[in-house]
């Protein structure tokens, strides 16, 4: 059993900056590949960005790539989403993910646990 539970997110203008981390209780964390994705109302759920088991292979969706960089550290049992250069369309519910596969995929039905989620907002 793994919970997971966000932080960070806020209200930003946009070219700036946010970090959100998500903090995994549980043993096993360090055998999940972690996500991030986000969501829209209306919308189905995206893959942001994942990272594998062990804190490498790191990949992003191209609307977020060199902008957002993301890292794990396994002996705090937590994973953080550095975002740079917010745009307003980067706007949404922002979520973690763990998924039993040790490199992280972009599909959400990969994905077993999940937390809240928390609120992105950045205006023009």
């Known amino acids: 059993q793994v919970q997971l539970v966000e932080s960070g997110g806020g209200l930003v203008q946009a070219g700036g900056s946010l970090r959100l981390s998500c903090a995994a209780s549980?043993?096993?964390?360090?055998?999940?590949?972690m996500g991030w994705f986000r969501q829209t109302p209306g919308k189905e759920r995206e893959f942001v960005a994942g990272?594998?088991?062990?804190?490498?292979?790191?990949y992003f969706a191209n609307s977020v790539k060199g902008r957002f960089t993301i890292s794990r550290d396994n002996a705090k049992n937590t994973v953080s989403l550095q975002m740079n250069s917010l745009k307003p369309e980067d706007t949404a519910v922002y979520y973690c993910a763990a998924t039993f596969r040790r490199l992280a995929t972009q599909s959400p039905s990969d994905y077993y646990y999940w937390g809240l989620g928390t609120q992105v907002t950045v205006s023009s």
């Open positions: 990272i594998s088991w062990t804190g490498g292979s790191p």
């Open positions: 549980g043993r096993t964390f360090s055998s999940y590949g």
